[in-house]
RNA sequence: GGUCCUGUAAGCUAAUGGUAGACUACAUCCUUGACGUGGAUGAUGCGCAGGUUCGAUUCCUGCCAGGACCACCA
């Protein structure tokens, strides 16, 4: 050991847990159970910063929740389920999912991920994420699939579920209907053209942004109050272009200072429309296909753009623009692919939660957010919500919908339990009643429908053992409406639970300000920084902000961490370069400064042991890197250096078993946030006269009460005021002082404590005075 | 438009109703038997305006700036 060399330890440090198995779960270990319900990650290459970040985190407080309690469940998974996995997998094999059948996409897909998802694990073990891997689901692998099957199968029994044909929120590049979850705002460049409808012979301005809609426009609706427009109530407008009669309704819901203050209402421009058309029981003119293209006349197989443009061509040649500006405006996207959604009237499967949004919320009351404000997130969320829970997808690669169709009398036929996973498109059914083969359903689940049952998954695992609620639901605040929000639904619906008693709720890493993403190529990868300066200092780095608030990435911040572990590595073979071969058992009577000293760890224990408990491991750090170089290197260490070279036997015992004691607990409270530095001294110099095996299987440090008294504190500050004198003098620290003179007051604390202090600021004679004031030896001018 | 969060040194980040503390960078000095990947010292800071208070960076109100989420987007 003679110096730090991080790649080598880290690497071997890590071998050594797995072998040993050291995060193993073991539900007969002593000690009630902490639970986590840890998020699986997407996925995908390589693990993000936002990762690495939020991970480090939950982390933290797995690790101190290990040593703290004593017996922790902590799994892992992997959510490869869904729309991402599928893009991944086209890029990966450069092909497109619509083109191949369900099945030999989904077997592309599992030998897709076969492939990388060890490589990718491989970052969390790296990373020094304590989870139990072994305890490890997928959320397309076969239970995951039978339990969010047997999820659906019982809240369609108990009419939570419910089918029904309705303009859904659509994504025309994914091809599939998406939950008001999935969408993202964007920002367009777009031009606001203004239309001439006609209504007997006079004419009727509309502004829209949406031309190509026009086709499909089936109503115009204006103000009741609108002088403008008044007088055509009740009559019949021409719709531009197309040549057919559409009603002109009075409508409160019409703004008169927007726009011409005159709106057409289409099949369906937006959420409004649906709502419109349906009060009013129009005859929508869909033209939309499912593909985003045209469905008629000569605009037939165009794309929406492509349309919008020959349309407005058209208009202009005919004559029908009355003006046109350009406006950016925010329309709404699916947050997979970024396309405008579009509204299409398909067949839906929907968990039914509009009813539940009061009880939602007092769940979600109950459970502890940390920081306590992401709670108003959630409440917000429930609050808008607007549309029951859509959990059909379009899509290939998903857990199956579990459910036959007879096309005859309609009845739904559902699977045994034991059937399970199924995928209907692999199993003929008959209809019970008419004894026909009934039609498979061909669609998949959202794959939050899975994901909302992570708890369950992970508990599965081991005979589900682990029950709701869990202690903890570690996540980034970016999925408080979909993950948060959507397990908190299934545990209510099918437990009357919440899943967990507490969240914790990261922020995210920014980079100057700004959001990290590939398309700005301002992205840093977690590899390369755990590389270059190891894990131990990618987790100090995170551990540098308060929960729930972002970070600024920014490189030189690894440098901290990388000195704290070249400190505590020093540190430590100092301790050790100086003790004896045996454990120093505790002497009949410490020194009075070793006492101190203890007392002053008990300070920093206690402290350090309430910020993680309140989740405040960035608090802890603070505590723990003050104490550990400024308390113990900077001022106790030098005070006890000349004991421990020369010291008589039982003064220099006293500062041993100081020593060892100190820095052990020192090592276990950096232990959660450095886990390999903290393990390796502990393996080199402990372990011969420890019982556990590793650092991370030992007891959390114990604190008894402390004095109110300060006297470390005097000591600390006359013994900087002495180094302070020096360096003005700019003489070496270690020079021989004459007199001191410590102020009436601190004089008899000093005292107390007279042989440490005379070691670490050489002085000859420690007097009483007026103020603190410092002589030196005269020195000769040559 | 609504809800929420944040504004502290050059950068990053704490605590606090009473002298604002680390870290990185910077300057000066010190090579002493753990560490120059070190030690010591130093300089620079509470977004703006009111209010409550003996006293506000902290509590309240407004403003300004940044961010998140939602709504609107004819």
Not at 276 to 297: C, M
Not at 538 to 555: I, T
Not at 576 to 595: S, V
Not at 615 to 631: H, M, P, T
């Amino acid at each position: 050991m003679a110096s730090y060399n991080v790649e080598e330890v880290e690497e071997r440090i890590k071998k050594f847990w797995e072998k040993e198995k050291i995060y193993k779960f073991d539900i007969k270990r002593k000690g009630k159970i902490y639970s986590i319900d840890t998020p699986p990650p997407t996925v995908s290459g390589d693990m993000h910063i936002g990762h690495a970040f939020s991970y480090s985190q939950q982390d933290f407080i797995a690790r101190f929740r290990r040593m703290f309690d004593n017996n922790i469940f902590y799994p892992f998974g992997t959510d490869d389920n869904g729309l991402p996995t599928e893009k991944l997998v086209e890029r990966i094999n450069k092909i497109k999912s619509k083109e191949m059948s369900r099945s030999e996409f989904i077997k592309l897909c599992l030998k897709t991920l076969k492939n990388i998802t060890p490589d990718f694990i491989k970052q969390w073990k790296d990373l020094g994420i304590s989870a139990d891997y072994d305890i490890c689901y997928s959320t397309i692998d076969k239970n995951s699939q039978k339990i969010s099957q047997k999820s659906f199968i019982e809240l369609f029994k108990t009419g939570r579920i419910y089918k029904k044909n309705f303009p859904s929120i659509w994504c025309p590049e994914c091809q599939t209907s998406i939950a008001q979850a999935e969408l993202e705002d964007k920002e367009l460049q777009s031009f606001f053209s203004t239309i001439k409808f006609e209504s007997e012979g006079k004419v009727l301005p509309i502004a829209t942004t949406r031309p190509e809609l026009i086709p499909a426009c089936v109503a115009v609706f204006v103000n009741l109050s609108d002088e403008r427009y008044k007088k055509f109530i009740g009559k019949k407008a021409k719709v531009p272009l197309f040549d057919y009669d559409v009603p002109i309704f009075a409508d409160k819901s019409v703004e008169i200072e927007k726009g011409t203050g005159v709106m057409m209402v289409c099949s369906y421009g937006d959420k409004f429309d649906v709502d419109a058309i349906n009060r009013y029981k129009l005859e929508p003119r869909v033209i939309f296909n499912y593909n985003g293209t045209l469905n008629f006349g000569k605009y037939k197989g165009m794309k929406i753009l492509e349309a919008r443009k020959k349309i407005l061509e058209d208009l202009d040649k005919e004559g029908l623009i009355l003006g046109k500006k350009q406006i950016s405006h925010f329309v709404n996207v699916h947050d997979k692919c970024g396309t405008e959604i579009e509204f299409l009237p398909t067949e839906q499967w929907f968990i039914k939660i509009l009813d539940k949004k009061k009880i939602l919320i007092s769940e979600g009351k109950k459970i502890k957010w940390y920081p306590k404000f992401m709670y108003k997130r959630y409440e917000n969320w429930v609050n808008g919500l607007e549309w029951d829970w859509n959990i059909s997808r379009d899509r290939h690669f998903g857990v199956p919908i579990p459910v036959w169709n007879c096309i005859n009398c309609k009845e739904t036929i559902l699977p045994e339990e034991k059937e399970l996973p199924v995928d209907p498109l692999e199993k003929k059914k008959i209809c019970p009643k008419c004894k026909r083969v009934a039609e498979p359903e061909t669609r998949v689940l959202d794959t939050w429908a899975t994901s909302s049952l992570t708890p369950q998954l992970a508990s599965s695992l081991i005979g589900n053992r682990i029950k709701l609620p869990y202690s903890l639901r570690p996540q980034a605040h970016d999925i408080i409406r979909t993950w948060a929000f959507y397990t908190i639904v299934k545990s209510y619906l099918h437990e009357k639970k919440i899943p967990w008693q507490n969240v914790m709720v990261s922020g995210f890493v920014r980079l100057k300000g700004e959001k990290m993403s590939k398309s700005k190529g301002n992205v840093i990868k977690p590899k390369e920084v755990i590389q270059k300066y190891g894990s131990d200092s990618m987790r100090f780095w995170a551990a540098g902000s308060k929960l729930g608030e972002d970070l600024n990435y920014q490189e030189q911040d690894l440098i901290a961490g990388k000195k704290f572990v070249t400190k505590l590595f020093n540190a430590s073979k100092f301790v050790f370069m100086n003790m004896r071969k045996t454990k120093p058992k505790k002497p009949k009577k410490l020194e009075k400064i070793d006492e101190l000293f203890l007392s002053e760890l008990n300070r920093a224990i206690s402290a350090t042991t309430t910020r993680f408990k309140e989740y405040n491991y960035s608090g802890a750090r603070l505590v723990i890197e003050q104490f550990f170089w400024k308390d113990f290197c900077d001022y106790y260490l030098e005070m006890v250096k000349k004991r421990i070279y020369k010291g008589k036997s039982n003064e220099k015992l006293s500062a041993q078993y100081t020593l060892y004691q100190s820095l052990l607990s020192i090592l276990k409270l950096v232990a959660p946030i450095m886990p390999f530095i903290t393990e390796e001294i502990y393996q080199t110099y402990y372990r011969k006269h420890e019982k556990e095996k590793s650092i991370h299987l030992s007891g959390w440090p114990k604190y008894e009460k402390f004095s109110e008294k300060n006297d470390w504190g005097v000591l600390v500050k006359n013994i900087s005021l002495v180094r302070q004198a020096k360096t003005q003098k700019q003489i070496p620290l270690n020079s021989i002082s004459d007199v001191i003179t410590i102020p009436v007051k601190e004089y008899k604390i000093i005292k107390t404590y007279e042989e440490p202090f005379i070691s670490v600021s050489g002085a000859l004679v420690i007097k009483a005075g007026k103020e603190f004031k410092i002589d030196f030896p005269e020195v000769k001018v040559k």
